[in-house]
């Protein structure tokens, strides 16, 4: 048998499986319920996190012979047929490769036949986005009063990009990102069911490194199987998904605080030879110093939800320790700077050399609240600014 990925091997079948989706699935199942579902549907939300899953399973729930609690049975031969893509009945249309009006054209000349087997017939339209205006147009009267035996699930990416119009016309759902902690626990049933060796931090790191995506997270999950096979430790971790980067960032902050400027300056090109664009470091350099504001005004208990590197915390404690919060504001003004700079000029590399230097010469300016701190341990009674 061809080896299937695991993203596609593993798409949600019921709505309990979409994973950090429950506003949107109890909704569903209790438009259901109670008989009141839509006729066409907005799914929007971050690339990957389960918009073409969901459209599929609600097909399945309104079409199922017996739904259990209604969810789709995923046994009969409605449910069988829409897993497998057959379903006569659910005409799937990718936008970005079907912009063009002929297929909408085509569309409104199809709804008005029945369904041959289903109770609906359901258009999943993806990526709906990418339609054009003139699409849009066309898709407009169809979609307010399409007929009873007539569904819409629309999806994107980006609804920023959809006119007013079309949403107004749609029940709108709203995808969100999974949150990390969530991610991890799936994860690690994935690995346990697959016989895969993986500490819960190795799993973590993968959560964390995928922005929210399912999808982006089992591909990592996939390229680690395949270069490390079924025992994959936190180094390969590391490794595999190109994290080293981050620990050089690491070390980069920690030459600015050390006020080192040739390691600055050596570390920095080092980045940039190795490929790292200039873009990426300035704003990955402007996340290391919200982390370090963050380890140096937030607990560690307070910080739970935030994921970091194995070490990293103990790193960042120590450099939060050796700047105030004033240096850290003035290195993020700086990156600020630079990262206007950067987006003008053609010398993006000088501007950034100048910024760290500028950032290793700042000099340590106490926050207000530890002058007030100072202040008051030193017993004075007068303020600095006004004498
Ligand atoms: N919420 C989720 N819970 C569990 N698995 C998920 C979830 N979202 C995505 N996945 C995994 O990712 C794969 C792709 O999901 P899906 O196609 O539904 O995402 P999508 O939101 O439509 O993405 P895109 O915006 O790129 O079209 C699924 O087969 C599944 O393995
Ligand atoms: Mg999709
Ligand atoms: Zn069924």
């Known amino acids: 048998m061809s080896y ?3 993203a596609r091997k593993l798409r949600p079948a019921r709505f309990k499986d979409l994973v950090g989706q429950e506003h949107i699935w109890k909704t569903l199942i209790n438009a259901i319920r109670s008989d009141r579902v839509a006729h066409a549907f907005l799914f ?17 729930a309104l079409s199922c012979h017996s739904p259990v609690d209604f969810e789709p049975c995923n046994a009969c031969e ?5 897993n497998q893509g057959i379903a006569t009945d659910i005409i799937e249309i990718d936008a970005a490769s079907n912009r063009g009006i002929e297929h909408i054209r085509e569309l409104r000349e199809n709804v008005k036949f029945s369904p041959a087997k289903c109770r609906f ?3 999943i ?35 920023h990009k959809i006119p007013t119009t079309v949403i107004s016309r749609c029940q709108r759902y709203d995808f969100s990102n999974i949150p990390v902690a969530e991610m991890t626990v799936f994860l690690k049933s994935v690995v346990q069911k697959e016989g895969i ?6 799993l973590s790191i993968i959560a964390n ?10 591909t990592m999950l996939d390229m680690l199987i395949s270069f490390s096979g079924d025992q994959i ?54 996340n290391i110093v919200k982390d370090l504001s963050l380890v140096k005004t937030v607990s560690q208990e307070e910080l739970k939800w935030h994921e970091f590197l194995p070490d990293q915390f103990a790193l960042y404690q120590r450099l939060a320790e050796r700047v105030t919060i004033g240096t850290l504001q003035q290195y993020f003004q700086i990156i600020m700077e630079v990262e206007g700079q950067i987006r003008r000029s053609t010398q993006a590399k000088i501007c950034v050399e100048m910024g760290l230097i500028k950032m290793c010469s700042v000099e340590s300016l106490a926050g207000i609240a530890e002058i007030i701190t100072a202040l008051r341990d030193s017993g004075k009674k007068k303020s600095p600014i006004t004498s």
Request: aromatic share 4%; hydrophobic share 40%; with cysteine.
């Open 78 to 82: 409605n449910c069988l047929e829409i």
């Open 197 to 202: 060796a993986i500490s819960d931090s190795g």
């Open 4 to 6: 299937l990925v695991l």
């Open 44 to 60: 929007t939300g971050p690339r990957g996190t389960g918009k073409t899953s969901c459209a599929r399973i609600l097909t399945k």
């Open 209 to 218: 490194s995928s922005s929210g995506g399912m999808r982006d997270a089992l």
């Open 121 to 123: 017939k359901t258009y």
């Open 233 to 286: 430790d936190d180094e390969k971790v590391i490794r595999i998904l190109g994290l080293n980067d981050a620990r050089e960032l690491d070390s980069l902050m920690e030459a600015i605080i050390a006020k080192d400027v040739a390691k600055v300056i050596t570390l920095f090109q080092n980045l940039v030879q190795k490929g790292r664009s200039i873009t990426r470091i300035v704003i990955d350099l402007m």
């Open 125 to 159: 339209i993806d990526e709906v986005h990418m339609l054009t205006t003139e699409s849009f147009n066309a898709l407009l009267k169809t979609l307010e009063e399409p007929p009873a035996h007539v569904k819409f699930i629309l999806a994107t990416t980006d609804h």
